[in-house]
């Protein structure tokens, strides 16, 4: 059955790969696995019938074989479950290359968030300034945490899997902000994800749907 993946018509950030869907994106053609996109409109994200795939009305979802998804996390997981490329053949490993999928999702992703909230979404509010520094803090202090246990290893568990494409996809959200030019290896180990082939599809895929005229 053929794989549909829901994404922005025209995405915030402009086709930049932090959009949800770019995980999606990547790890379907770290699998190798032909997939359809069917774009939506912000205005449609709230219907009845993207709610009755996503009921929190955002993107991406997945569908396959009557199988519906949502949360990117689930999605990744499921790709990497069911289909070669994202898992490593060791059964401890494949349990820890999971550890790493909710790591990133947990505890580095909330973190991350909160300093794009700030910066961009309050940065006119009369205490973003204070409120800025206590969240830089936290994030280098899991920065550091992540950059201690990576070392200098190319992945964080032997070769790459989904926890390293779940890990690169969160701080490359961090990345704008100029936080990771303190940590060096964290930020090879993002230039690493990025200049992989399968990210590289992914993203020119999501560039090219924000870079296409508006139909007339």
């Known amino acids: 059955m053929t794989i549909t993946i829901t994404a922005f018509d025209r995405s915030p950030d402009g086709g930049s790969g932090l959009a949800r869907d770019t995980r999606v994106r990547w790890a379907l053609e770290e699998a190798a696995l032909p997939y359809e996109v069917r774009l939506v409109p912000h205005a449609a994200m709230k219907a009845p019938a993207h709610l009755a795939l996503n009921p929190f009305g955002q993107i991406p979802t997945y569908e396959e074989d009557g199988l519906a998804l949502f949360e990117t996390g689930a999605i990744v997981l499921h790709i990497a479950r069911h ?7 060791d059964a401890h490993a494949q349990e820890r290359a999971v550890m790493w999928i909710f790591a990133a999702l947990n505890t580095m992703e909330p973190p991350v968030l909160e300093l794009f909230t700030v910066r961009i979404l309050e940065g006119d509010k009369p205490w973003a300034a204070e409120r800025l520094a206590l969240v830089k803090d936290r994030l280098r202090t899991r920065l550091q945490q992540l950059s201690s246990r990576l070392a200098d290893a190319d992945w964080l568990d032997g070769a790459f899997s989904a926890g390293d494409l779940m890990m690169v996809s969160v701080l490359l959200r961090a990345k704008p902000s100029g936080i ?35 139909p007339a």
Do not use: K, M, S, W
């Open 83 to 89: 289909h070669p490329g994202l898992l490593p053949g």
């Open 180 to 214: 990771l030019d303190a940590f060096p290896n964290l930020a090879a180990y993002v230039a690493r994800g990025e200049a992989r082939p399968a990210y590289q599809r992914a993203f020119a895929a999501q560039l090219a749907v924000n870079t296409a005229p508006l």
